[in-house]
Nanobody, 122 residues
Framework: QAQLVESGGGLVQAGGSLRLSCTAS????????LGWFRQAPGKEREFVAV????????YHADSVKGRFTISRDNAKDAVYLQMNSLKPEDTAVYYC???????????????WGQGTQVTVSS
């Protein structure tokens, strides 16, 4: 069973950038479509972006389109989320997740990391 570990979160000012990373132990990530989700206090977990097994296809939520970019490096067994032009409303715990199918829904994912906190100050 894959265990996912996120890193790269932190505190940043509005307009700044962060790059989140997610690696795995126990099973190679190349077997899965990989997604990023986020959850703000008092809100449900929401979809951010997904990338296919080969990296050939991506899909981003409208709220982050043009600002965030998902990518992966199967040789390094890692998936990334480059976040630019950050806004205070991007503040949340960010999770990476693995799925056998292509999905933009929480229920479509089989494996989850523990999350990394991103805080954007105004």
């Amino acid at each position: 069973q894959a265990q996912l570990v996120e890193s790269g979160g932190g505190l940043v000012q509005a307009g700044g950038s962060l790059r989140l990373s997610c690696t795995a132990s126990g099973r190679t990530l190349s077997w899965y479509n990989l997604g990023w989700f986020r959850q703000a206090p008092g809100k449900e977990r929401e979809f951010v972006a997904v990338i296919s097994r080969t990296g050939g296809s991506t899909y981003h939520a409208d709220s982050v389109k043009g600002r965030f970019t998902i990518s992966r490096d199967n040789a390094k067994d890692a998936v990334y989320l480059q976040m630019n032009s950050l806004k205070p409303e991007d503040t949340a715990v960010y999770y990476c997740a693995g799925a056998r199918s292509w999905s933009a829904e929480v229920r479509g994912y089989d494996y989850w990391g523990q999350g990394t906190q991103v805080t954007v100050s105004s």
